[in-house]
């Protein structure tokens, strides 16, 4: 539940369109409800302005389904990551989407889009990462435009798109292999970047620890790195600093 739910709800108690016992009924599960195998954190949107997403992967279908259908029926809207489709299948909320490329589940309804976030892949095995990273940020009401596949093998494909970053706040740039992509792009544009390294590449790419020592020790400043193959976290943070930007 956010500022503005709060406040409505308050508004209608004032006005007597709910009763004293309604109110107390919808605030009772601040700040979270206790279900016994989770914690649910209904408060966190109103302290820090993203409210509690599901981590779905090690999750027991049932108990990830549970907890989405407790926050959908608080906030009206609810977020899993790395969610398989046996728990989207269980879920039963229209409108409903999954992304099988970034095993994302968004419900709810769609708040308008602001701000301007580019999300760059370096190649097409990168695009489940820079997904993840997309969906995120759209889903906290960031506008978001997709830049796929123009890593350094082929750099004339970025350089004939630098266009796209015009009007952009920040820029989500998502490679594996060697890792080179956010430095060239930091190199040719003006805008905060946060780089996310993936775990795509051949033996000596360690898994993603060799794209995420490139980004870690890149000569172009201004450069965030998040965590191998953190798309969520990327779109979370891209999100944060389109919001400042705009509020500017």
Sequence with gaps: MDKEA???LLVSLQNGQIGVDEA?????????????????DHHRQLRGGIAEVIF????????????????YNMSGRVLITRASKEIYDGLHIDGARYYPTSRLIEAGEGRKKIGRIVVVSAGTA??????????????L???????????????????????????????????????????VVGSLIDKPIIAVPTSVGYGTSLGGLTPLFAMLNSCVPGIAVMNIDNGFGAGCLAHKINILAVHD
């Design 6 to 8: 709060i406040k409505t």
């Design 24 to 40: 107390l009924n919808k605030l009772k599960h601040l700040p979270y409800e206790d279900i016994e195998f989770a914690k649910i």
């Design 56 to 71: 779905g992967e090690g999750k027991k279908t049932e108990d990830a389904i549970e907890i989405a259908r407790r926050i």
């Design 126 to 139: 990168d695009i489940p990462v820079s997904e993840e990273a997309a969906v995120t940020a759209s889903f």
């Design 141 to 183: 009401s960031s506008s978001v435009e997709t830049l796929y596949d123009v890593g350094v093998a082929g750099l004339h494909r970025l350089l004939s798109n630098v266009g796209v970053f015009e009007g952009a706040n920040v820029v989500i740039v998502a490679a594996g292999m060697e890792g080179a992509l956010p430095s």
